[in-house]
């Protein structure tokens, strides 16, 4: 995701769930430690950025703002988890609008596995186990996660389970013949994040 639309996404999420000033005052103090953290790791590669700008340090940043503004760490992850996964049902509508289209459902897997390769890769900090499942499902485990990772670096493991949700919400219910199935992730504690996505007929 791009940076200034994760900021506007952050920014809205913390005047939906705030009175003020809280709000505002949550907001910019986010947006602040994105840019903080975004400057402190500016050397990494573009496949890294990615994904700690384009997700991880507006999490972090939000996290770590509304534990700023007085509520506890168990607060502070229902309300980031609520904002993200808030943010991220927008992404799963746009995604079972495209997949009303006859048929398109079926090219879903080939398409995830396809996206996966191209983002979610060593140069990231991924390492995948893949599976041969022929045409109509794709399978592959996610054994080193960045996400989990980075989070860990940045004192908040916790945070990861706010991205396990974001993947649940948006593969999870694509279309009535999709199946996504998950047994375990790292960050719930988890060897390793299981990815399952099946054309059930």
Same mark, same amino acid.
Request: with cysteine; hydrophobic share 30%; glycine share 8%.
């Given at each position: 995701?791009?940076?200034?639309?994760?900021?506007?996404?952050?920014?809205?999420?913390?005047?939906?769930?705030?009175?003020?000033?809280?709000?505002?005052?949550?907001?910019?103090?986010?947006?602040?430690?994105?840019?903080?953290?975004?400057?402190?790791?500016?050397?990494?590669?573009?496949?890294?950025?990615?994904?700690?700008?384009?997700?991880?340090?507006?999490?972090?940043? *939000? #996290? $770590?703002?509304?534990?700023?503004?007085?509520? @506890?760490?168990? =607060?502070?992850?229902?309300?980031?988890?609520?904002? &993200?996964?808030?943010?991220?049902?927008?992404?799963?509508?746009?995604?079972?609008?495209?997949?009303?289209?006859?048929? *398109? #459902? $079926?090219?879903?897997?080939?398409?995830?596995? @396809?996206?996966? =390769?191209?983002?979610?890769?060593?140069?990231?900090? &991924?390492?995948?186990?893949?599976?041969?499942?022929?045409?109509?499902?794709?399978?592959?485990?996610?054994?080193?996660?960045? #996400?989990?990772?980075?989070?860990?670096?940045?004192?908040?493991?916790?945070?990861?389970?706010?991205?396990?949700?974001?993947?649940?919400?948006?593969?999870?219910?694509?279309?009535?013949?999709?199946?996504?199935?998950?047994?375990?992730?790292?960050?719930?504690?988890?060897?390793?994040?299981?990815?399952?996505?099946?054309?059930?007929?």
């Amino acid at each position: 995701m791009e940076q200034k639309k994760l900021l506007k996404m952050v920014s809205a999420g913390a005047h939906r769930h705030f009175k003020e000033p809280d709000g505002t005052w949550i907001a910019d103090r986010a947006v602040e430690l994105y840019h903080g953290y975004c400057q402190e790791h500016q050397d990494d590669p573009p496949a890294v950025k990615q994904h700690t700008e384009g997700m991880i340090y507006g999490a972090v940043a *939000l #996290y $770590r703002a509304i534990q700023a503004r007085g509520k @506890s760490p168990e =607060e502070a992850l229902a309300l980031t988890d609520e904002i &993200f996964q808030e943010l991220s049902e927008k992404g799963a509508e746009v995604i079972r609008k495209a997949l009303k289209l006859p048929g *398109l #459902y $079926r090219k879903v897997p080939g398409i995830f596995h @396809s996206m996966v =390769e191209k983002k979610y890769n060593a140069a990231a900090g &991924f390492e995948i186990r893949y599976y041969d499942t022929g045409k109509g499902r794709a399978r592959f485990d996610v054994t080193q996660c960045p #996400y989990y990772r980075t989070c860990k670096e940045m004192g908040c493991p916790e945070l990861t389970t706010v991205f396990c949700n974001t993947d649940d919400c948006c593969y999870g219910n694509m279309h009535p013949r999709l199946k996504w199935n998950r047994t375990s992730t790292i960050g719930r504690g988890g060897d390793c994040c299981d990815f399952d996505i099946a054309v059930v007929d």
